[in-house]
């Protein structure tokens, strides 16, 4: 019998899968998560209502309802289409799949988040990696050099960046979307960190939308506090949303996804409160590392902090010794 993995493509097969640490054990902090768990009455009440939800259906007009609540949420322009995908994940493929025209590339700053490099790997279309400066700013004359020289269909900024956390200069970002713009190209603004985030480029593109008509906004609730649910959005003008949209699986969002994601919604001055204080503890925890020798920890508009360290191999090793009574009572605290 011949081996069926023969008609599996290679590059898949010479692919490592996206590996999820087992964090018993340990305080997790590896995904950006929320920390925080819903108080016991907030449980009870979600519970409630997804009880109640129509799960022999297919999904209906509640994704109409969520769609309309984000808009709301978000203050999406009203020039603008909106459009639900599985986590913002989903939408960083789909976005692959939809700018698949001969020679397409994307671009995106390194280091940054895998899955733009992941998507254009996985739809065959070229990565180019740009990377930032020895501060993590972005390097503005080898970003313009190789948007001239290459013309990606699509540039991803996240703002504030994964894993580096800041936000980057704004007036740097202005030269790009309109270098971008120059030949049609799209950047893609990811906020995936905008809870945590002085700042949203959704302000910039309702102050100048001609100069952003070729700017996708893209967020999702994960980092808000539901990465368990899996819901990310993308905004962006009406026309070229309506394109993308097509490439979406009809029933991407399941009907307890989005039951979740209104709850949320409905109760956004708890996660609101949530994230203020995981700002307020970002302040602390920063100047406190200022503080231990050898460590250079950088400003952070997110919920993590990039720290220098001198030997992060040593430091990324696990710890053999059992955990400290003070994590432990941390833990506790952040789950309460
Ligand atoms: C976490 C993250 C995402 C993905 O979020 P999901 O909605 O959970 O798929 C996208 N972009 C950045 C920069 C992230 O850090």
Redesign the pocket.
């Known amino acids: 019998m011949t081996s069926p993995l023969k008609f599996i493509r290679q590059d898949v097969q010479s692919m490592h899968a996206y590996a999820i640490q087992d964090s018993k054990g340990f305080i997790k902090l590896d995904?950006?998560e929320n920390p925080f768990a819903l108080p016991a009455e907030m449980q009870t009440a979600l519970g409630e209502r997804l009880g109640k939800v129509a799960i022999n259906r297919y999904p209906g007009s509640r994704i109409e309802d969520l769609k309309t609540a984000l808009c709301s949420y978000a203050q999406v322009p009203v020039s603008h289409g909106l459009m639900l995908?599985?986590?913002?994940?989903?939408?960083?493929s789909l976005l692959a799949m939809a700018c698949d025209v001969q020679n397409a590339k994307i671009l995106a700053p390194l280091p940054?988040?895998v899955?733009y490099a992941m998507s254009a790997q996985l739809q065959g279309l070229q990565f180019i990696g740009v990377d930032l400066t020895k501060d993590f700013e972005l390097d503005e004359a080898a970003m313009l050099a190789a948007i001239a020289q290459e013309k990606p269909a699509i540039t991803y900024l996240?703002y504030p960046?994964?894993p580096t956390a800041n936000l980057w200069d704004a007036a740097i970002i202005r030269k790009i979307i309109a270098a971008c713009a120059a030949y049609g190209g799209m950047v893609v603004m990811?906020e995936?960190?905008q809870p945590f985030s002085p700042s949203s480029w959704m302000d910039e593109i309702k102050a100048h939308p001609a100069e952003n008509a070729n700017v996708l906004l893209?967020r999702?609730?994960?980092?808000f506090g539901l990465?368990g649910v899996?819901?990310?959005y993308m905004t962006g003008p009406e026309a070229l949303i309506n394109e993308i949209d097509k490439l979406r699986p009809p029933y991407n969002i399941s009907v307890l996804n989005a039951e979740c994601a209104l709850f949320a919604l409905e109760n956004s001055e708890q996660f609101k409160a949530q994230a203020g204080m995981i700002t307020a503890q970002r302040a602390m925890l920063l100047e406190a590392l200022t503080k231990i020798p050898g460590f250079k920890p950088f400003p952070s508009q997110a919920n993590m902090i990039l720290v220098r360290v001198p030997d992060s191999d040593a430091m990324f090793r696990p710890a053999q010794s059992p955990r400290h009574p003070r994590e432990k009572r941390l833990e506790d605290a952040c789950s309460a």
């Open positions: 995904a950006m995908g599985n986590g913002s994940d989903e939408l960083i940054g988040f899955m996240a960046n994964n990811d995936a960190y893209m999702t609730m994960s980092k990465a899996r819901l990310g």
